[in-house]
């Protein structure tokens, strides 16, 4: 048994080999990609009934929330206060004054990128707080910003959206993936908490038909890998029970384990970017970037000699999906990328932004997000660049550098521009420019040579990688990603559904103003596409790259 489990722990990675084992043969693992359904009861557990209790003690007394434990004073008043507002009392009951199951995921001081422009004014740096509750019972994130007096400021709701989940629920999820029956008869040994793989655990997921897909609870994924395959065991936190569905995902092969040996990266290094726009000029381009909570580096405010260029470019969510079997189940994350002060991102900066000046005179602002192991399996690594031409023409592509838990992955970042208002929005096909008088969508084929005109700005596709976009216009709405957006959509859907949709839903006009959302589909492919090994250079093992990116184009058009 001894050596089971050793052989276990160095498949995971947690130590230095040179390369990854084969499981035992007394262990045979199911076939690559096969579905292995679970029970779907939730485990006694005490660490459940714990969690049970403090819902139900939460559920009979005011405020009716579960609050965040552990918090200072400063911090606790706040989520008290946010949670006793009529505006989140109302969003957390029936219409006959039951309470409506509903948790506070996050409360921390409220970065810039957290805050609405209208209400910039109201919330100088460090005194406003950012409160993030979660509804379970009908799949709700609202928003809550709170001034220094506990004043509630602003509140937004988003159906059909989930935060980040604290350090407790990933725990918790852990725990019950760990004590299923399910996952010890994958694993062929009863697993432990050291054999999940950490990132995992609190990264939000969905399997395609399963119940996680069709009630919209709140799902987690924690992963244990096992040789050259990840299992995925997908849990419940709604209801605290395993899902019922396992599966098994081919990751390719990897040349070698080992812990990322890079020192981590110090907060007081990027607390400014967090709490303070800086500012960005050169030839006559100027414009502000931060980091927000989740949405990435945000560019903003671009001028070029003085003429909007855009009002705001950032990457809300990293969308990857993997097959799980030829029955149409699918797996995978919603990746978040952002600010570690304050933040629950998944995916944190691995270097502060970088300014490069290039021979063509051009400047290409630059930040890597990175997870702590990359690039072993289900870590990630994703990049944002824009790049500022001489000729007034901004570029801003979002890349992934694997490794991802899988050879089959389908990557959808979905970015969010938000061009200069001015005139109508009108699709020019390069004969003539049609307008544009209702919120909508469309699916562009790789390749499309059509562009979006608004505001003295020509929009269009930078392909890249990506095989076909979805492409969606909407009316600017403050809750719609002014401010920091939760995860929006689901992970694994290979069709339009990724998140701007739900915006869309009821189709409103559009008149001097709009956002595009631009959402480009990405495969992988080992050793070629969105992928990450190491290889030995000059007798030392370094990342290699196989990279894949998308973005957008912006050019100045006459009116």
């Avoid at 921390?108 to 910039?120: C, K």
């Avoid at 924690?222 to 029970?241: K, M």
């Avoid at 967090?274 to 671009?302: F, N």
């Avoid at 979905?414 to 919120?439: F, H, K, M, N, Y």
């Amino acid at each position: 048994m001894f050596q089971r489990l050793l052989l276990l722990v160095v498949a995971l990675g947690l130590v230095g080999c040179s390369t990854a084992p084969t499981p035992p043969s007394a262990a045979p693992l199911p076939a690559a990609s096969a579905v292995v359904l679970g029970d779907g009861r939730t485990p006694d557990l005490p660490a459940i009934h714990a969690e049970q209790e403090r819902r139900r003690a939460a559920l009979a007394a005011p405020p009716y929330l579960v609050l965040r434990p552990g918090l200072d004073a400063r911090l606790d008043a706040a989520q008290r206060a946010a949670a006793e507002s009529p505006q989140v009392q109302a969003a957390t009951r029936l219409t006959t004054g039951d309470p409506l199951l509903a948790e506070v995921m996050a409360v921390g001081a409220a970065s810039a990128g957290d805050i609405p422009p209208a209400l910039a004014d109201r919330c100088p740096p460090g005194t406003c707080v950012r409160v993030v509750i979660y509804g379970y019972s009908d799949n709700t994130t609202l928003t809550v910003l709170l001034d220094a007096q506990n004043q509630v400021l602003d509140v937004q709701s988003l159906v059909a959206a989930q935060p980040e989940i604290p350090r407790e629920l990933a725990d918790l999820a852990t725990q019950i993936a760990i004590s299923s029956p399910v996952t010890a008869a994958a694993l062929g040994l009863t697993p432990t908490e050291a054999m999940a793989l950490d990132y995992a655990s609190a990264t939000k997921t969905t399997m395609i038909g399963t119940p996680c897909e069709r009630s919209r609870h709140l799902c987690v994924s924690p992963v244990f890998a096992w040789g050259t395959q990840a299992l995925w065991v997908i849990v419940d936190l709604t209801d605290l029970r395993l899902v019922g569905a396992s599966t098994w995902t081919e990751q390719g092969q990897l040349s070698q384990r080992r812990d990322v040996s890079e020192a981590s990266l110090e907060d007081a290094a990027l607390a400014p970017l967090c709490e303070t726009p800086q500012l960005l000029e050169h030839q006559g381009w100027r414009a502000s970037y931060l980091l927000t909570s989740s949405d990435g580096l945000e560019l903003r405010d671009v001028t070029f000699q003085g003429r909007p260029v855009v009002q705001s470019i950032k990457v809300v969510d990293w969308h990857v999906g993997y097959a799980a079997g030829s029955d149409g189940r699918r797996v995978g994350f919603s990746d978040t990328v952002g600010c570690p002060v304050f933040s629950s991102a998944a995916i944190i900066p691995y270097t502060l932004p970088t300014l490069t000046t290039n021979e063509d005179g051009s400047l290409q602002l630059g930040m890597t997000f990175r997870s702590p192991n990359w690039p072993q399996a289900c870590n990630y690594q994703y990049t944002m660049r824009a790049t500022f031409m001489p000729d007034g023409t901004l570029s801003a592509e979002v890349g992934s550098d694997g490794r991802g838990c899988g050879i089959d992955g389908v990557y959808h970042p979905v970015l969010r521009i938000a061009p200069p208002a001015g005139g109508s929005l009108r699709l020019d096909d390069g004969t003539q420019a049609t307008p544009i008088t209702q919120e909508g969508f469309a699916t562009w084929p790789v390749g499309d040579s059509r562009s979006f005109v608004i505001g003295g700005v020509r929009l269009a596709p930078l392909w890249g990688d990506a095989q076909h976009a979805y492409l969606y216009w909407s009316r600017p709405n403050p809750a719609e990603g002014q401010g920091d957006l939760p995860s929006i959509g689901t992970c694994c859907n290979l069709d339009h559904q990724q998140g701007p949709e739900q915006f869309i839903a009821a189709p409103e006009a559009i008149n001097s103003e709009a956002v595009i959302w631009y959402v480009p589909s990405i495969t992988n492919a080992e050793r070629e596409r969105c992928w990450a090994d190491m290889v030995l250079k000059d007798g030392v093992l370094r990342p290699q790259i196989w990279p894949c990116h998308s973005g957008v184009r912006l050019t100045a058009v006459g009116e």
